[in-house]
Nanobody
Framework: QVQLVESGGGLVQAGGSLRLSCAAS????????MGWFRQAPGKEREFVAR????????YYADSVKGRFTISRDNGKNTVYLQMNSLKPEDTAVYYC?????????WGQGTQVTVSS
């Protein structure tokens, strides 16, 4: 089993930056695809970014492309989401997820609020 714990959320002004972290416990972290999702107030959960094993490939939602960067440190069993040029519409609870063929494991979420 894998447990995921997010951290790094908070309140930031538009145009600012935050870095989210997701620490994973498990025996085979490096083999899992890791993803970030978010859910804004009154909206459904949406995909943000993903990274495959060994950081060989990344993919981003159009809404964050060029502003957000996903990365992983397999030695620390941690995945990151660097968020730059934040906009008020980025306000949401951010979740990390892990899986092989599907996302089987989810974190508890961390709140990101961007003020205008």
């Amino acid at each position: 089993q894998v447990q995921l714990v997010e951290s790094g959320g908070g309140l930031v002004q538009a145009g600012g930056s935050l870095r989210l972290s997701c620490a994973a416990s498990g025996r085979t972290f490096s083999t899992y695809t890791m993803g970030w999702f978010r859910q804004a107030p009154g909206k459904e959960r949406e995909f943000v970014a993903r990274i495959n094993m060994n950081a060989g490939n990344t993919y981003y939602a159009d809404s964050v492309k060029g502003r957000f960067t996903i990365s992983r440190d397999n030695g620390k069993n941690t995945v990151y989401l660097q968020m730059n040029s934040l906009k008020p519409e980025d306000t949401a609870v951010y979740y990390c997820a892990a899986g092989l063929n599907q996302y089987d494991y989810w974190g508890q979420g961390t709140q990101v609020t961007v003020s205008s």
